[in-house]
């Protein structure tokens, strides 16, 4: 049995992989894949990458090219998510804030440095034509200091997945004031460069295992209600999300890498621009 290790957030999106692993697919073929949440979302999983606490990573299009781009050694092997991902910009509910110019020069909480929720800030200020060079930043590590962050008014809005963050908006603990989708596939498959090398058949083994879900993924009987449940989200919401979302089994295109690399540099996010191929294997 090879053991691999294998992280991704706590969200809906990755409901396949679980399937996968719950089903005993992985098993079948002689791979242990040992699955991690990792609430604190993109950040987080590139230093598991670059620290070897993680083979392969499930984690946002923009974080991993940054990184890569200052060096992790990793690669990206598939996009996971098509569609792109609708970024929330949440205040909290009793705050002064009912639009989003009220924002221009607030506080963003963010879960860390080069995380999703830190480069997205920058491509919303840059949409509002804010000024991207003094954003100010309060790093919370994940949802749940985000909450604590807001309502105590270290910070003034948080960007999140729309649909993880809905039930706290039902709560009345955050109000979202507008989204943010980002102008790009939203999640990918990256995998550590001496992983791959050394474990290309396992690697393109499991590729296949969890394309042949993503391809059938919403035909699954009551897959809504599954989601609803698992996720704890209302079953309109997940309904409108399955509509929006689209799974992939492609990889990443050259015209989309040097968009997002592009997007990257002009906000001054990377220094240097590598080449498609020493990000894509």
Not at 47 to 60: G, H, T, V
Not at 142 to 170: C, H, Q
Not at 182 to 206: G, Y
Request: glycine letters at 4%; one cysteine or more; a negative charge.
């Amino acid at each position: 049995m090879k053991t691999v290790k294998i992280v991704g957030v706590p969200e809906h999106f990755n409901l396949p992989w679980h399937l996968c692993i719950e089903n005993g697919e992985f098993d079948e073929v002689g791979i242990d894949l040992q699955w991690t949440d990792v609430p604190e979302g993109t950040g987080k999983m590139c230093q598991m990458l670059k620290e070897n606490e993680a083979d392969i990573s499930i984690l946002l299009t923009e974080g991993v090219i940054k990184d890569i781009a200052a060096g992790n050694d990793c690669s990206i092997v598939q996009v996971f998510v098509e569609s792109p991902l609708i970024w929330g910009i949440h205040v909290d509910a009793k705050s002064n804030f009912k639009q989003l110019s009220d924002l221009e020069g607030k506080k963003a909480a963010i879960s860390r440095l080069g995380s999703g929720s830190h480069l997205m800030s920058f491509i919303n200020a840059q949409n509002q034509n804010w000024d991207t060079k003094t954003l100010p930043f309060e790093v919370v590590n994940n949802i749940d200091g985000a909450v604590e962050s807001l309502s105590s008014g270290k910070a003034d809005y948080f960007m999140w997945e729309r649909f993880t963050t809905k039930p706290l908006v039902d709560q009345g603990t955050f109000r979202r004031i507008a989204d943010c989708p980002t102008p790009w596939p939203c999640f990918v498959i990256a995998v550590r460069n001496e992983f791959l090398l050394n474990n290309e058949s396992t690697v393109e083994l499991i590729l296949e295992i969890i394309n042949n879900t993503t391809i059938e993924f919403k035909e699954i009987p009551s897959i809504d209600r599954t989601l609803a449940s698992r996720y704890n989200q209302k079953l309109e919401d997940i309904q409108e999300w399955l509509r929006l979302t689209r799974w992939s089994q492609k990889q990443l295109d050259k015209n989309t890498f040097n968009l997002v690399q592009n997007k990257l540099f002009d906000l001054n996010l990377i220094e240097n621009k590598i080449s498609y191929e020493k990000a894509i294997k």
